[in-house]
Nanobody
Framework: QVQLVESGGGLVQAGGSLRLSCAAS????????MGWYRQARGKQRELVAS???????NYADSVKGRFTISRDNTKNTMYLQMNSLKPEDTAIYCC??????????????????WGQGTQVTVSS
């Protein structure tokens, strides 16, 4: 089976930095687009940033210039470097990935996977 595991969340003061990681493991053939989403209390989930297998990136306007998404395809891992954090960045951050995986020896299927989420709290 395939799993996504996030790490790197925590409590930080406004203006500080955190780096989130999302590691994919299992019988992976390839990973297409990956992304970070967040959901603050009482709000809808929103896309924070995404990155394609070709390393094209996209950011929400609210994080442009502060957050940087990247990935290491050799490690099946995605990162989110978050700088100049603001209290409004407080949320649960989840990673998402479109993964092609092995089923048996010669069969490959694709599915969308989510991590369990990591809490990011920015104090003022």
């Amino acid at each position: 089976q395939v799993q996504l595991v996030e790490s790197g969340g925590g409590l930080v003061q406004a203006g500080g930095s955190l780096r989130l990681s999302c590691a994919a493991s299992g019988s992976i053939f390839s990973i297409n687009a990956m992304g970070w989403y967040r959901q603050a209390r009482g709000k809808q989930r929103e896309l924070v940033a995404s990155i394609t297998s070709g390393l094209n990136t996209n950011y929400a306007d609210s994080v442009k210039g502060r957050f940087t998404i990247s990935r290491d395809n050799t490690k099946n891992t995605m990162y989110l470097q978050m700088n100049s954090l603001k209290p409004e960045d407080t949320a649960i951050y989840c990673c998402n990935a479109a993964i092609n995986y092995y089923v048996g020896v010669q069969t490959i299927r694709g599915a969308d996977y989510w991590g369990q989420g990591t809490q990011v709290t920015v104090s003022s």
